[in-house]
């Protein structure tokens, strides 16, 4: 089955700390993307950061950095300095022959 | 920055009733999806949508559901005969493309609209 695992329903983190939200995928392809994506509570889904699986380089946006370990079909995302903005429903997906399988997402807080 | 438009943001229909939920694309864009997502579960992906024609869907997308692009810039769902279950967050997405191949479709990511949201009653 082509699954999608986002282990921790809930996290909590301090702001200004870093906080690490875990995914990990099942697949038999080797070419495919990854993604984060962020739902606040707008419900708006918006695009924080992708990875091409063939790229062993780590992908970083600004505060946003993934660790991907393909082999161990693992894609977490760290949050570095933490926003109270940053609070939102955040979701991993993999994206191959024109659709995203997305996990259950994870429900990031972040106290003042 | 383009943005995907939906509208409505709410619809509220009765059981057994039609709906059409309408999406902008991204103008340059060629590749449209729709996802929907019951309230506090994940993401689902319904349908994509290339070359004025069905791509590939998903098991939820059955003959209930139809998708159409009547003209350059609007791309609806619709779902003939509304059941209790189809109550949910739609969400419009598309991409660019720099190719024809449908790989190249994740050239860029997919662009998603802030979504409609569904009640069935």
């Known amino acids: 089955a082509q699954t999608v695992t986002q282990s921790q329903p809930e996290m909590s983190v301090q702001e200004a700390e870093t906080v690490t939200l875990s995914c990990t995928y099942d697949?038999?392809?080797?070419?495919?993307?990854l993604f984060w994506y962020k739902q606040p509570p707008s419900r708006q889904m918006i695009l924080v950061i992708r990875q091409e699986a063939y790229k062993q380089q780590n992908a970083t946006e600004n505060r946003f950095s993934v660790n991907f370990q393909k082999a161990a079909k693992s894609f977490s995302l760290k949050i570095s300095d933490s926003q109270l903005g940053d609070a939102a429903m955040y979701f991993c997906a993999r994206g191959s022959q024109g659709n995203l399988i997305f996990g259950k997402g994870t429900k990031l807080s972040v106290k003042p | 920055e383009p943005e995907v438009t939906q509208t409505p943001s709410h619809q509220v229909t009765q059981m057994g009733q039609e709906v059409i939920l309408r999406c902008v694309p991204i103008?340059?864009?060629?590749?449209f999806y729709w996802y929907r997502q019951i309230l506090g579960q994940k993401v689902e992906f319904l349908v994509s949508f290339y070359n004025n024609e069905i791509s590939e869907k998903s098991e939820i997308f059955d003959d209930q559901f139809s998708v159409e692009r009547p003209d350059g810039s609007n791309f609806t769902l619709k779902i003939r005969s509304t059941k209790l279950e189809d109550s949910a967050m739609y969400f419009c997405?598309?991409?660019?493309?720099?190719?024809?191949?449908?790989?190249?479709?994740?050239?860029?990511?997919?662009?998603f609209g802030n979504g409609t949201r569904l009640t069935v009653t």
């Open positions: 697949t038999s392809e080797s070419d495919y993307y």
């Open positions: 997405a598309s991409s660019d493309s720099t190719g024809g191949v449908r790989w190249d479709s994740y050239n860029s990511p997919l662009h």
């Open positions: 103008s340059n864009h060629l590749y």
